[in-house]
């Protein structure tokens, strides 16, 4: 079942959003084009990473400040597990998730 997130015309570079998907909390971004779905959970400590700055392709968690790279996932000088990913979906003019 494709769950609609967001209108693909709101998609700007720089876009930064936070939802609730039956419970689940995912995090969307535009990152050099590209429409990036996470879990909204830092690897590290479970900080939601929606209040984070992105910035030159890396996602910078507010409570100990890990920064992570949102195109491999992977953290920069730290030792934590890598951003949860999730496939996104299109429908029409409507970006989201199969779930
Ligand atoms: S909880 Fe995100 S850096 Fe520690």
Request: charged residues 25%; hydrophobic residues 40%; proline residues 4%.
């Amino acid at each position: 079942m494709f769950v609609a997130l967001e209108r693909l015309i709101n998609l700007d570079e720089g876009y930064k959003r936070a939802f609730d998907v039956a419970g689940r909390q995912l995090l969307l971004i535009v990152d050099q084009g590209q429409h990036l779905l996470f879990e909204n959970r830092c690897p590290h400590q479970g900080a939601p990473l929606h209040d984070g700055t992105l910035a030159g392709g890396l996602l910078r968690c507010r409570r100990h400040g890990i920064e992570f790279d949102v195109h491999s996932g992977r953290p920069r000088q730290a030792h934590c597990g890598s951003l949860i990913r999730w496939p996104v979906a299109y429908d029409g003019d409507r970006l989201g998730l199969d779930v």
